[in-house]
């Protein structure tokens, strides 16, 4: 019905412009209000985004042509409105109105800070919570399940409101992102296990090798060239974590080698993640990624925790602090995780890589400072030192990469 009745707007003005005469109608109205036919999805069109009105259209059809003068009246209000918007420079805007712009539509720099401030927030907030669990339960393999299981649960009740819609999977895609999971999942909980044995500062310190590992791998592995550049920006973060670990005062063998393991694993997910790319959004993803590492972690947890938590573990922890402070612990904790891992994706996809990189060398530096304020971590002058020289090899690195990516991408484009 409706578009029967617009399309008679057509009809309508063709004999406006036909029977008009210059005391009753002046062509500067349809000149100046420029009937643009948009389809809006129902066979009807707009006029600069504004419905033409049925009923007026209706009655003018029904008239005969003695009255028409007067109808032509009737029809050409909206005309006269539209003739005067804003986008015309007119002083009035009629009944057509612009919607107004947004505070973070207008300035985009405020979403991206926010995003960046809150990863920041929330990742300092998981390691340390992370780390006061780890003093009065030292349990990291059921710790790792708790932060995966919290989030899975998080992301399945996404899913069933709606927010986001659940992406589909198949056995194809599954099969690209269980080594992804894998990888994930090992590199998960073998931080834990080296945050649960040395200072939260140091695992830092020690996980600042991760891009010497990404390097290795991208050169012996993929078969990619490394430029001299690269390989020399690494140097200081090779001595940098040499230096910090050779006078650490919470130095241990299991959380050094479990830092070690981590940054391995974390670099094969890299390359895995390569292999496995894929138009699913990142926070689908990233919700069967967890999905997939769940399962992996939860069998290592059973047989080499499950019988001291049974017999002791649970036991010991409550009372500590009390049923309802233990539980909700491990709720947030695990809560914490996940939102920051999902607010690193989401931040990093709004930013260019050079800015990715500086994020992520602040990032570190934040947590290792964080830490040693709230814990009262004494560190010896050397450590202090390789630790800033790690961060500013890592600084130089990223920086070094994120320009010959984008060097790359220009390339490409032009």
Not at 137 to 162: D, E, K, R
Not at 213 to 226: E, R, W, Y
Not at 315 to 328: H, N, P, Q, S
């Amino acid at each position: 019905m409706e578009s029967r009745v617009l399309s008679g707007a057509t009809a309508i003005s063709a004999g406006v412009l036909r029977r008009r005469t210059p005391e009753r109608l002046s062509s500067s109205c349809f000149s100046a209000s420029k009937l643009i036919s948009v389809g809006d999805g129902s066979g009807g069109n707009l006029v600069w985004g504004r419905q033409l009105r049925p009923t007026i259209l209706l009655e003018s059809s029904s008239l005969p042509a003695s009255n028409f003068p007067a109808t032509k009246r009737e029809i050409l209000r909206p005309c006269l409105a539209a003739s005067s918007s804003p986008a015309e420079g007119g002083d009035t805007a009629g009944d057509a109105k612009i919607a107004p712009v947004g505070l973070l539509q207008k300035y985009p720099a405020l979403t991206t800070g926010f995003f960046f401030f809150m990863w920041y927030f929330l990742n300092v907030i998981f390691n340390i919570l992370n780390k006061k669990i780890y003093n009065y339960f030292p349990y990291p393999y059921f710790v790792s399940v708790i932060h995966l299981f919290v989030g899975v649960v998080y992301c399945l009740v996404s899913w069933a409101v709606g927010l986001p819609k659940r992406a589909p999977m198949d056995s194809n895609l599954l099969k690209l992102l269980i080594p992804v999971a894998a990888c994930h999942a090992l590199g998960h909980v073998t931080s834990n296990v080296s945050f649960a044995a040395v200072a939260v500062s140091f695992t830092h310190t020690i996980k600042a090798l991760e891009p010497f590992f990404n390097a290795a791998a991208s050169q012996f592995i993929l078969g990619q060239q490394i430029p001299l550049t690269l390989w020399l920006s690494l140097a200081p973060v090779v001595l940098g974590v040499s230096m910090a670990s050779l006078t650490e005062l919470s130095f241990n063998w299991v959380g050094f080698i479990s830092a070690m393991i981590s940054n391995i694993s974390f670099t094969y997910r890299s390359i895995y993640s390569k292999k496995a790319m894929t138009d699913m959004d990142s926070t689908n993803l990233y919700a069967y990624i967890s999905i997939i590492a769940l399962f992996v972690c939860i069998p290592p947890a059973l047989i080499l925790e499950g019988p001291q938590l049974i017999k002791h573990g649970f036991g010991d922890a409550i009372a500590k602090v009390g049923l309802t402070k233990f539980i909700t612990d491990l709720f947030w904790v695990g809560m914490f995780y996940h939102l920051y891992n999902q607010l690193a994706t989401n931040t990093l996809e709004r930013v260019a890589p050079l800015t990715h990189a500086v994020g992520n060398v602040l990032k570190r530096v934040f947590v290792i400072g964080f830490s040693i304020v709230v814990f009262g971590n004494k560190i010896s002058t050397q450590t202090g030192i390789g630790t800033c020289i790690a961060i500013a090899g890592v600084a130089i690195y990223s920086f070094i990469k994120a320009k010959m990516e984008e060097e790359k991408r220009q390339m490409k484009a032009a």
